[in-house]
């Protein structure tokens, strides 16, 4: 496979170089587990790339589903980025405090809605801290209120229903970017109520293996592509990509993209609905 798309990626220079366009708009998507106990809005306030607002994608979320961060309705997105300065004519460019953690679940939710013109920050706010490049402090400026125009694309997404008829059909490849020791249920999850293990024909390709670890960058289009074979991934089956609740999974849909796959979707729910107990969906131990 040759084809990939690079423009899903952009690079510590280039956004500095485009800081001050008027049509570049930069979003901090930073995002910690409850048990981390660090406060990604705080760290925001402390130091972020100058010009970006941060994006809370627990708020920017369906309130209504008891699961966490869901992907929310369109007219609520719209309304919610229209008031971050983020609209139609923007190149949006997303980053997160770790590197590539949370930054692609939003980089796939404006996808998602049908803004296609959005990059995800190679190496994050790490890559441009240990390069000197400038930061600030504060709550961010949002900037002028700019038309939404949302097109939801439903097949980025699927939930627990799609995924349960995929079970055994071996139409779809469904991959889990959990732990290893996760993915073989050897350890409980970090969620109360959860099974351990993983969903029946599932492929484990832990996300961390997608990123260069000295500079937390994605790995190149042939080096990802090679890994993904690899782990016995068919370019030519759609991949639903999952994870514990839906956000890391993302690094996997990115990685996809850039090594030229072109049918991918995310299990919004991921384990936090998959396993959780009392539903007692069919569930997996062992590394396979």
Known sequence: MTRTNPDALASTDWLHEHLRAPDVRIVDASYYLPSEGIDARAEFEKQHIPGAVFFDIDEIADSASELPHMMPPPEKFSAKVRRLGLGDGSRIVVYDQRGIFSAPRVWWMFRAMG????????????????????????????????????????????????????????????????????????????????????????????FSQLLNPETQTLKGPEELQRLLADAGIDPKRPVVTSCGSGVTAAVLSLALHVAGYRDIALYDGSWSDWGRAELDMPVETGRG
């Open 115 to 206: 803004h296609t013109d959005v990059a995800v920050l190679d190496g994050g706010l790490p890559k441009w801290l240990a390069e000197g490049k400038p930061v600030e402090d504060g709550k961010g400026r949002a900037g002028e209120e700019r038309h939404f125009t949302a097109r939801f694309d439903n097949t980025l997404l699927r939930d627990r229903d799609q995924v349960s008829r995929e079970v055994g059909r071996q139409k779809e490849q469904i991959v889990d970017v959990r732990a290893p020791e996760r993915f073989a249920g050897e350890v409980a999850e970090p969620r109360e109520g959860l099974r351990a293990g993983h969903i029946p024909g599932s492929i484990n390709l832990p």
